[in-house]
Each structure stands twice: as structure tokens, then as C-alpha cells.
């Protein structure tokens, strides 16, 4: 079965800095993986996904991920933090009917 | 757009209670989940329906019971509550068949089991 893991719990960063939330995954085949964003009391935001092509992928409110096959990892990042950003992270790999997901990252961005 | 309505948003039950959450969708999606969402633990698929008159479980269906409604609505039922139940819950939907289509979640149901 496909599976993702984010090995931090917590991460934290100052306003201004870059930040980076890892994900390494395991999947059978080619990997469909997906950043979602959780704000206190809300479900979860579909931030970006990767399917296939560019290794750099692009999503909402300035954030990126980098797709690395030889590392299996899947890392979101954003070059300036907003203390905005502050929120629990997802990564997550799709099943046929369903998605997997990891046990989440919280995101705190300082002033 | 409302996208994925989840009713209730809070809940509180006694243990051996039954409750059923509701969750609809307006976005014409075929396939609808319910997850559970506990600390620590990421999300945890309970029940899905990949299409309207199919429902199947999936990593932790004990306990729980789904009903397909028809293709907005997907309820999921717990009979007979117990606190191992204490949870928030998610509704999602998708488009069927489309393994790189994101999945919108509502804003969950937060239920405490006495």
C-alpha cells in the first residue's frame, strides 16, 4: 500500500525566513502526492499536487514543493514565511479510492 | 459555492447512544469518504463511496455504518457510540476515477463520546 511519513512534528521558523515541511513517501508505481493545509477548526486546503513532469511544483498562497525520485521525498516549501502560514500540514498519496495521509506537521511561524 | 457541508459541527453523546453525522456535496463529485481525525494520527479513511449505490469500507470501519444517500449525500451512523468514538469527522468528496484530482473536505464534525 502506498504510504507517506513526516518525520517532524513541529516546525518552527521566523517571519521572513524559508521554511521547509518534509514528506517521504512509498508508493508501487508513480506516486500521485498532494500538500493540504489545516487552519484551527477548518477541514483540510488543497495547497498543490504532483503527478507528473516538473520536479518543482507550484501552488496556492506562495507555496512550492519539490518532487525528488531518488530520495522519495516530497518537501513543501516557501521562500518568505507569513505568520499567516501558521497551520498544521498534510502530505498525502493517492489510492485508487481513496487518500493516504501523513500524521501532519504544525507549522508556526513567529514575529 | 458551499462545496462540502458537514451537519452537525459539535456534538456530545452519552455511551450506547446512536447518531447519524450528514455530510452533502454541490459540486457534482461521484465519490464521497468519511474520515476520522484524531491527534497524532493524520487522517484515517472510515467508510468511502465511489460512486452513488456503492459504499466500501476502509482502514477503520468498525463501529460505523454509511449510507449513500444519493449522489450529494453520504451519512455515516454510529449505533452505538462508545468514547474510543471521540473524534472529529470529515466529509470529502472527489470526481470519480481521477486519481490526481485533490479531494475538498467540510469543516468537520467534532464528537465527544461520555
Known amino acids: 500500500a502506498q504510504s507517506v511519513a513526516q518525520p517532524e512534528d513541529q516546525v518552527n521558523v521566523a517571519e521572513g525566513n524559508p521554511l521547509t515541511v518534509k514528506c517521504t513517501y512509498s508508493?508501487?508505481?508513480?506516486?500521485?502526492l498532494f500538500w493540504y493545509v489545516q487552519y484551527p477548526n477548518r477541514g483540510l486546503q488543497f495547497l498543490l499536487k504532483?503527478?507528473?513532469?516538473?520536479?518543482l511544483v507550484k501552488g496556492s498562497y506562495g507555496f512550492e514543493a519539490e518532487f525528488n525520485k531518488s530520495q522519495t521525498s516530497f518537501h513543501l516549501k516557501k521562500p518568505s514565511a507569513l505568520v499567516s502560514d501558521s497551520a498544521l500540514y498534510f502530505c498525502a498519496v493517492r489510492e485508487i479510492y481513496d487518500m493516504r495521509f501523513g500524521a501532519g506537521t504544525r507549522l508556526t511561524v513567529k514575529p | 459555492n458551499a462545496g462540502v457541508t458537514q451537519t452537525p459541527k459539535f456534538q456530545v453523546l452519552k455511551t450506547g447512544q446512536s447518531m447519524t453525522l450528514q455530510c452533502a456535496q454541490d459540486m457534482n463529485h461521484n465519490s464521497m469518504y468519511w474520515y476520522r481525525q484524531d491527534p497524532g494520527m493524520g487522517l484515517r479513511l472510515i467508510y468511502y463511496?465511489?460512486?452513488?449505490?456503492?459504499?466500501d469500507k476502509g482502514e477503520v470501519p468498525n463501529g460505523y455504518n454509511v449510507s449513500r444517500l444519493n449522489k450529494r449525500e453520504f451519512s455515516l451512523r454510529l449505533e452505538s457510540a462508545a468514547p474510543s468514538q471521540t473524534s472529529v469527522y470529515f466529509c470529502?468528496?472527489?470526481?470519480?476515477?481521477?486519481?490526481?484530482?485533490?479531494?475538498?473536505f467540510g469543516d468537520g464534525t467534532r464528537l465527544s463520546i461520555l
Open positions: 470529502a468528496s472527489s470526481e470519480a476515477g481521477q486519481n490526481n484530482q485533490p479531494q475538498h
Open positions: 463511496s465511489a460512486s452513488e449505490g456503492t459504499t
Open positions: 504532483y503527478i507528473t513532469g516538473d520536479n
Open positions: 508508493v508501487s508505481g508513480n506516486p500521485y
